[in-house]
């Protein structure tokens, strides 16, 4: 039998722009990253307009971010500041992280406060306490069962993890390249995305063009090349 499906636009004119209210009339500027709770609510990272944007029964809304970029933390509309945010995720309490790329920081969307989780606003790479890691450009992000998050450091070749106040790489070393094997040697080159199946983490290494695998400690391509 034959399957047809269709594609249908949920919110947004087709021109950049920044709109409120009804989705069909409501306008985003790049948005670059998209998620759901189980209660069917869209967030998205709209890069553009330096906001986190909600989209639920047919009308958007902001969740956070004053439009204007900079870095700022506290509550979510009235004070928050992002700068061109890429990615947001869901976890399993209702907070939101986002990777706030051009802040070069993870930050924490809950209860109607904005927090930075880690990073310093600044560029840079240091593994250790919250207060004192550093990422360069992170685009991609997801979060474990375990609360575990997971970050593409695109702009440092990397993948990070924090965990109980601790930001640690797992894969990756500092410069661009492409090499599979024992994941602290392992080369990638600007990682973007990532997503958790099980015990794997699967990559998108896009200056490889392949997606690549990490899983017990080691590095493999699944796809590409």
Known sequence: DQI??????????????????SAKKAQFSWPEGITANDEDVVFVADAGNNQIRKI???????????????????????????????????????????????????????KGRVETLAGTGEPGFADGQLKDAQF??????????????????????????????????????????????LAQFAAFSMPTDLVLVKDQIFVADSGNNVIRVIAQGRVRTAAGR
């Open 4 to 21: 047809t499906s269709s594609v249908s636009t949920i919110a947004g004119t087709g021109e950049a722009g920044l709109k409120y209210g």
């Open 56 to 110: 639920d029964n047919g009308e958007v809304s902001t969740t956070a971010g004053r439009s204007q970029a900079g870095f700022e933390n506290g509550n979510a509309l009235e004070e928050a500041l992002f700068r061109a945010p890429h990615a947001v995720v869901i976890a399993k309490d209702g907070a939101l992280y986002i990777a706030d790329t051009g802040n070069h920081a993870i930050r924490r969307v809950f």
């Open 136 to 181: 360069e450009a992170p685009i991609g992000i997801a979060v474990g069962e375990d609360e575990t998050i997971y970050v593409a450091d695109t702009g440092n070749q990397r993948i990070r993890t924090i965990k109980n106040g601790v930001v640690k790489t797992i894969a990756g070393i500092p410069s661009p390249g492409y090499r599979d094997g």
